[in-house]
């Protein structure tokens, strides 16, 4: 069964530097997305991506954060200088032309800033 | 704006008991509801959504839950518990324009044997 692929699944990272997080949709998938969840708190949207610009971001998804769909395959999230507050799970998700309310979740992205 | 509450943030219940995890939303259009699982280490899995058809929607694993307009809710039951499910149970809510889902703070599910 097709699934979303993440890596890596644990980064660790020191304040001021750049992260790349990497996400593969699902191959047919044409909308994607990044949430992110803080230990112990909800899962909460960052923006979402669609025939290669943002559809929408939340008021967490600041000039620190970028998005991009390099090629075919991959989706990333970029995190410019990291912040201890950035520490969190995050989740990659994709959905189909059709059914975008069905969102398919990636394995997620656990990154630490230290 | 749209949001979701989930009543207990933790609940337990025995093997073979009755498992009901309760949701409500609020929202100012037609919602999308979701609920979706997460097991230890692991990514979101959909259990099953609501997307304006019949009102009862059954999901994956045993998996059931109901949409009451008038009580703005959308608990999710299973009849018996399996130690396989416990795990955090997210209840989520969208609308028509599915840009985003929102998410409720997770109710974690203990299963005692």
């Known amino acids: 069964e097709p699934e979303v692929t993440q890596t890596p699944s644990h980064q660790v990272t020191q304040m001021g530097q750049e992260v790349i997080l990497r996400c593969v949709p699902i191959s047919n998938h044409l909308y994607f997305y990044w949430y992110r969840q803080i230990l112990g708190q909800k899962v909460e949207f960052l923006v979402s991506f669609y025939n290669n610009e943002i559809s929408e971001k939340s008021e967490i998804f600041d000039d620190q954060f970028s998005v991009e769909r390099p090629d075919g395959s991959n989706f990333t999230l970029k995190i410019r200088s990291t912040k201890l507050e950035d520490s969190a799970m995050y989740f990659c998700?994709?959905?189909?032309?059709?059914?975008?309310?069905?969102?398919?979740f990636g394995p997620g992205t656990r990154l630490t800033v230290l | 704006a749209q949001s979701v509450t989930q009543l207990g943030s933790h609940v337990s219940v025995s093997e073979g008991a009755l498992v009901l995890l309760r949701c409500n939303y609020s929202?100012?259009?037609?919602?999308?509801l979701f609920w979706y699982v997460q097991y230890p280490n692991q990514g979101l899995q959909l259990l099953l959504k609501y997307t304006s058809a019949a009102t009862l929607v059954k999901g994956i694993n045993g998996f059931e839950a109901e949409f009451k307009k008038s009580e703005t809710s959308f608990h999710l039951t299973k009849p018996s518990a399996h130690m396989s499910d416990a795990a955090e149970y997210f209840c989520a809510v969208s609308d028509s324009s599915y840009d985003k889902v929102i998410f409720g703070p997770g109710t974690s599910l203990s299963v005692i044997p």
């Open positions: 998700a994709s959905s189909a032309q059709g059914a975008r309310n069905e969102q398919f």
């Open positions: 929202s100012s259009v037609p919602p999308y």
